[in-house]
């Protein structure tokens, strides 16, 4: 979640890491107005990785 906006779901998780399905363009959106991106009330990181070429 970005605030109150759904931006993706998740899949499965070992640990502190997971998986999850994430809108791209809502990521970058939420990233760049400094919302805090969360699941289930827990704060969450993205690391978002170059295409190949």
């Given at each position: 979640?970005?605030?109150?906006?759904?931006?993706?779901?998740?899949?499965?998780?070992?640990?502190?890491?997971?998986?999850?399905?994430?809108?791209l363009?809502?990521?970058?959106?939420?990233?760049?107005?400094?919302?805090?991106?969360?699941?289930?009330?827990?704060?969450?990181?993205?690391?978002?990785?170059?295409?190949?070429s």
């Amino acid at each position: 979640m970005a605030g109150e906006i759904e931006i993706g779901v998740a899949g499965s998780h070992s640990g502190d890491r997971g998986l999850a399905l994430i809108r791209l363009d809502r990521l970058a959106d939420a990233m760049a107005a400094g919302t805090v991106l969360t699941a289930g009330g827990a704060s969450l990181e993205f690391v978002v990785g170059r295409a190949a070429s």
